[in-house]
């Protein structure tokens, strides 16, 4: 299994990106699906969190700037970020719970950072 993250950039502060991560490989099926990101210096963070369900959480940092999103059919979950900050610069991860087979249980894999740098 692999999780292909894309989107990052620099973009001035104000401005949008929107993060993609693809899951590929042998799956099962997928749990939760979450972004989790890390600034230079700092712990890595949960930004945001989807289950398969369609519920969502956020950290309040984020909330009503940051959009998850997920297609189960593609195997994708989106990050839509507006109202961008130089404090959200950061490299972001995404994360799955996936099951490989109806025999195993679900494990969390992570996909390579994306990074995402905001100018002020």
């Known amino acids: 299994v692999q999780l292909q993250a894309s989107g990052g950039g620099l973009v001035q502060a104000g401005g949008s990106l929107r993060l993609s991560c693809a899951a590929s490989?042998?799956?099962?099926?997928?749990?939760?699906m979450s972004w989790y990101r890390q600034a230079p210096g700092k712990q890595r963070e949960l930004v945001a969190r989807i289950t398969s369900g369609g519920s969502t959480n956020y950290a309040d940092s984020v909330k009503g700037r940051f959009t998850i999103s997920r297609d189960n059919a593609k195997n994708t979950v989106y990050l839509q970020m507006n109202s961008l900050k130089p404090e959200d610069t950061a490299a972001y991860y995404c994360?799955?719970?996936?099951?490989?087979?109806?025999?195993?249980?679900?494990?969390?894999?992570w996909g390579q950072g994306t990074l995402v740098t905001v100018s002020s």
């Open positions: 994360n799955s719970d996936i099951r490989i087979n109806i025999h195993k249980v679900a494990s969390t894999y």
């Open positions: 490989g042998s799956i099962f099926s997928i749990s939760a």
